[in-house]
Nanobody
Framework: QVQLVESGGGLVQAGGSLRLSCAAS????????MGWYRQAPGKQRELVAI???????NYADSVKGRFSISRDNAKNTVYLQMNSLKPDDTAVYYC???????????????WGQGTQVTVSS
């Protein structure tokens, strides 16, 4: 079984910074893409940032220049550094990963439980 556990959410004032972490654990052989999504109240879940195994990254237009995604492959961990936060960034942030478990023949997509980020004005 594979688990994704996020940490680092919280309450911050506009203009502040937060760093989210997501650690994957369990019977892991390899991880391809890892990413962060967010869902605000009354809105659909949306992609924030994604990083592929070769460190290729992609960001939502709304966070470009403010957020930075990175990963530590040795720790099966992905990070999201969020700077210049705005009230519109308030949402539950979810970690996502494509994982190939040991003794499996195909990658499977996993989600974390989510961590709340609240930005006050």
């Amino acid at each position: 079984q594979v688990q994704l556990v996020e940490s680092g959410g919280g309450l911050v004032q506009a203009g502040g910074s937060l760093r989210l972490s997501c650690a994957a654990s369990g019977n892991i052989f390899s991880i391809n893409a890892m990413g962060w999504y967010r869902q605000a109240p009354g809105k659909q879940r949306e992609l924030v940032a994604i990083i592929i195994s070769g460190a290729n990254t992609n960001y939502a237009d709304s966070v470009k220049g403010r957020f930075s995604i990175s990963r530590d492959n040795a720790k099966n961990t992905v990070y999201l550094q969020m700077n210049s936060l705005k009230p519109d960034d308030t949402a539950v942030y979810y970690c996502n990963a494509d994982v190939l478990a040991r003794y499996s023949s195909s990658y499977r997509n996993y989600w974390g439980q989510g961590t709340q980020v609240t930005v006050s004005s």
